[in-house]
């Protein structure tokens, strides 16, 4: 049971680049979140999913686009990579909890992108 | 204002002590909690859920309290291995949490 797992884990871009990042789940759960994280910022939340084939926008939507074709894959997509996307890029993945309204959240590794 | 804000540190404890962390949120909706660890260039790890009034799980006590929108995180004899960022989160029920920036703790020998 690997958990939550991303590719890749180090990538570096130079402006204008595009690349897509993709994050996969074995624990059958319904929803899935993109991450960003920058020092003192905290998690900011991209795009998240509740179920295969939906997505919506989160805090900080802008430059970044996502796909769930499938309900164990979320992917990132930037199209047009700018210096402003340098991050720590976190996946996560939840479940609503039997009998809580909650949804205690599950990360992936991490992607650690620079953009020069 | 912050909507989950924390204390970023750091702490710096000695092995043993008692250490004790706050979390405030605005939003009076928020329904449920989380502490999670980060270690350095790692991912968040889910520590403790608090749902109601507090939670306790071995050394580490969370305690909700409602009234004041806040939630503490308490560590009992500190451990060298505790040495982390703890990050607290609220969740309104909805599918977003929102994180705090977190808090620095070191523990020394």
């Known amino acids: 049971n690997a958990g939550v797992t991303q590719t890749p884990k180090f990538r570096v871009l130079k402006t204008g680049q595009s690349m897509t990042l993709l994050c996969a789940q074995d624990m059958n759960h319904e929803y899935m979140y993109w991450y960003r994280q920058d020092p003192g910022m905290g998690l900011r939340l991209i795009h998240y999913?509740?179920?295969?084939?939906?997505?919506a926008k989160g805090e900080v939507p802008d430059g970044y686009n996502v796909s769930r074709l499938k309900k164990q894959n979320f992917l990132l997509g930037l199209e047009s990579a700018a210096p402003s996307q340098t991050s720590v890029y976190f996946c996560a993945s939840s479940s609503e909890l039997a009998g809580e309204n909650s949804y205690e959240q599950y990360f992936g590794p991490g992607t650690r992108l620079t953009v020069t | 204002r912050k909507e989950v804000e924390q204390d970023p540190g750091p702490f710096n404890v000695p092995e043993g002590a008692t250490v004790a962390f706050n979390c405030t949120y605005s939003?009076?909706?928020?329904?449920?909690f989380f502490w999670y660890r980060q270690d350095c260039r790692k991912e968040p790890k889910l520590l403790m859920s608090v749902y109601s009034s507090g939670n306790e799980d071995g050394r580490f006590t969370a305690q909700l309290n409602r009234a004041s929108q806040y939630i503490s995180l308490l560590i009992r004899d500190s451990k060298l291995s505790d040495s982390a960022t703890y990050l607290c989160?609220?969740?309104?029920?909805?599918?977003?949490?929102?994180f705090g920036a977190g808090t620095r703790l070191f523990v020394k020998a």
């Open positions: 999913s509740v179920g295969e084939g939906t997505t």
């Open positions: 989160a609220s969740n309104t029920g909805g599918f977003k949490t929102i």
């Open positions: 939003n009076s909706a928020s329904q449920s």
